[in-house]
């Protein structure tokens, strides 16, 4: 799902890609954090820090896909849960 690094953009209409850019304003500790990641895994901090962005993107997609099946099964086998708990 968000495989690849690199921010891109599409025009519909001409379908050319291109890259969108901001600044990121961070502690020192935390700078000198992504600096220690980014050497770790042999990335620039700017690749390190879009990957980090979408592993807590895909970790809050899989979090919330389990939330929705805990409620479905909670609310599916109530009277069954409450027989278990007593």
């Known amino acids: 799902m968000f ?4 921010v891109r953009w ?3 209409d ?3 890609v291109g890259m ?3 600044s ?3 502690s020192d500790e935390d700078s000198a954090l992504l600096r220690r990641l980014a050497e770790r ?3 620039s901090m700017n690749d390190t820090a879009i990957l980090a962005i979408r ?3 895909e970790q809050t997609v899989v979090e919330d896909a389990f939330a929705d099946a805990v409620s479905k099964v909670a609310e599916r086998d109530a009277t069954l ?3 278990l708990s007593r």
């Open 55 to 57: 592993r807590l993107a």
């Open 10 to 12: 599409w025009h519909s």
């Open 81 to 83: 849960l409450d027989l």
């Open 24 to 26: 990121l304003r961070m």
């Open 41 to 43: 895994e042999n990335r």
């Open 3 to 6: 495989d690849d690094v690199g």
């Open 20 to 22: 969108s850019t901001m």
């Open 14 to 16: 001409t379908e050319e």
